[in-house]
């Protein structure tokens, strides 16, 4: 019995030391559950739709994931998001080339990010509070550039659009009609990969750990902790932007309200996936299985019929017995 | 003194004033360390310890005063000029990042690195190698380079951070209150590890409220009181006692 439980102990202390683990047994458990309730929730229509959602919503997660983890949080996320969808639908309508409208679309949430790093660089307070501000902000420059209003793109497709977000047709193919895996999980799996090496195998990304674990001790050894958190705000916003325009790649039109209350379910799909809220612990892999996570709960709940409502509900109760969990295993620590 | 033949104080401070506002926290204050000298810096709260540290390591600019570095007059604006001279603080708390691993700590903001064309990325195998060689160096064993500082214990920690000193080429290592907070048989590790810092020739400023252990390792003790120096003892002429007495101010002088 009393080796039974050394056993449990040292098998929880491994299970801390991977902060992906609850993510990825929740991801196992729902994704299961869904499989037997719902009835056509295996079908390649479903599943193509969870991960292309998810793409989209991934490339932010990965971005905040790398920003809390230098200890900072960008709640501002969802509006910036409508703002390049904007800017890009109004440059390419005004008749600016589609590439040279995306770039500045994607600038333009860098920009954003930029003010947000360095509001809060500079005035000291806290992120949260500076990007609650900024999220109202900037969600009234969505909505000032789009006058309250659609903004559809109407024109012939051009080519950039396939590259950034087409139908991967191949692979649709394949499966039964209307089944839509898009470019974007493509570009998604990539930047992901590109992030994770950085974070783990750059100088970058161990600054972003030791600013986020202790900027004391990294100020300290000489690591420029604001610039290292400037950096990553604008890297926030730089990939916002991508999102941003391959969804609107995919879809050609924004509304006034499009993003909003995303940026609480990328921090949510960030804390299940391991990230803390302290700074200094996470991994990109966690954060992209929580979002995954959020994903097949909404998409699932959906095909069984449940309101959509709900799923705000039952995302939250993960999200508590996700950090539950989490705080439960690092008590080995 | 030391015997590699020249006199030279590795860092003489002269008459520091510091004023915060109508507050005097350092008056006047002289401050020395020799070659290969533990000095042991001592007095009660706010008897301007951390000010005079501060000065030092270019964390505060003095209000007026003088800074000497081996013998050449210098202007320590920034803790990174105060590095490059040579000059290494380990803190208790501000030493290490508890979530990343003893590499990672040992070479944080000097990360090795290898590079293909303009994309840069951490040897961390060698950095694993020369953080593990480095730390055994000096009498420090690690279970494995890749081990979480979290987890180790204070007196580990504190072993990291001098060896990692070490390892940068310091010519000065300030301890801020190294032991407290540790049990016995961690801070006699501690105090063997500055024992040996010394003994590969470099000089300690060791800032403590505990007279006894830092009356096992130091030469010399400069107490201040208030703001003002008391003096500057050998340890041949002081007790624990004494020490005890002069920094509360007891005993005069």
């Known amino acids: ?333 | 003194m030391s015997g590699n033949g020249t006199d030279t104080p590795v860092v003489h401070m002269e008459k520091i004033v510091k004023r915060f506002g109508t507050i005097t926290a350092l008056n006047q204050v002289d401050f020395t360390v020799n070659r290969q000298e533990i000095v042991g810096l001592l007095g009660d709260n706010g008897a301007g310890k951390s000010t005079l540290i501060k000065v030092l390591t270019g964390v505060y600019p003095p209000t007026s005063g003088k800074i000497y570095f081996e013998g050449k007059l210098v202007n320590i604006t920034s803790p990174r000029i105060a590095r490059a001279l040579g000059i290494e603080t380990c803190y208790q708390d501000l030493a290490l990042v508890p979530h990343m691993s003893i590499t990672r700590n040992f070479f944080l903001g000097r990360e090795l690195t290898r590079h293909l064309g303009p994309i840069h990325w951490l040897d961390l195998h060698q950095m694993d190698k020369e953080s593990r060689d480095a730390l055994r160096n000096i009498g420090i064993h690690i279970r494995s380079p890749r081990e979480k500082v979290g987890k180790l214990s204070g007196g580990e920690r504190q072993s990291i951070a001098i060896g990692r000193a070490q390892y940068f080429g310091a010519k000065l290592l300030i301890l801020d209150e190294p032991t407290s907070a540790l049990s016995v048989g961690e801070t006699h590790k501690v105090l063997t590890y500055t024992l040996a810092a010394k003994e590969r020739g470099l000089s300690v400023i060791f800032i403590t409220h505990n007279v006894g252990h830092v009356y096992q390792v130091a030469d010399r003790f400069v107490i201040l009181r208030h703001g003002e120096l008391v003096g500057s003892y050998p340890k041949e002429e002081v007790t624990e006692k004494d020490i005890a007495s002069l920094i509360t101010g007891e005993r005069e002088r």
């Open chain 1, 1 to 333: 019995m009393h080796s039974l439980a050394m056993r449990w102990t040292r098998f929880r202390v491994k299970l801390a030391e991977t902060p992906e683990a609850v993510a990825l047994t929740s991801l196992i458990v729902v994704f299961t559950f869904f499989a037997v309730a719902a009835g056509n929730f295996l079908s390649s229509l479903a599943l193509a739709d969870i991960v292309t959602f998810g793409s989209i919503m991934g490339i932010i997660v990965i971005g905040v994931a790398m920003l809390m983890i230098a200890g900072e949080f960008d709640l501002s996320v969802g509006s910036n998001f409508a703002v390049a969808s904007y800017v890009w639908a109004d440059l390419m309508n005004a008749g600016v080339p589609p590439l040279l409208a995306m770039i500045l679309a994607v600038l333009s949430s860098a920009i954003l990010g930029a003010i947000n790093g360095l509001v809060v660089i500079g005035s000291g307070l806290p992120s949260f509070i500076v990007t609650l501000g900024t999220m109202l902000a900037y969600r009234g420059i969505a909505r000032a550039i789009g006058g309250s209003d659609f903004a559809k793109y109407t024109q012939s497709r051009p080519f950039l659009f396939d590259v950034l977000n087409g139908p991967i047709t191949f692979l649709n193919r394949l499966f039964e009609g209307g089944t839509n895996f898009r470019v974007s999980i493509i570009w998604f799996v990539l930047i992901a990969l590109l992030m994770a090496w950085v974070l783990n195998r750059t100088r970058f990304g161990n600054w972003v750990f030791a600013a986020g674990g202790n900027p004391g001790a990294a100020l300290e050894q000489g690591v420029p902790v604001k610039r290292v958190k400037l950096t990553a705000f604008i890297l926030v916003g730089v990939l916002v932007g991508l999102a941003s325009v391959m969804q609107f790649a995919h879809r050609t039109s924004v509304d006034p309200v499009r993003g909003e209350g995303w940026e609480l379910i990328a921090v949510s799909a960030c804390v299940i996936g391991g990230v803390h809220l302290t700074g200094g612990v996470g991994t990109i892999l966690g954060a992209c299985l929580g979002m995954l996570l959020l994903t097949t709960l909404e998409t699932g709940l959906v095909l069984m019929g449940v309101s959509v409502q709900i799923f705000r509900a039952v995302a939250g109760i993960f999200l508590i017995l996700a950090v539950l969990l989490n705080t439960y295993l690092s008590r080995g620590e």
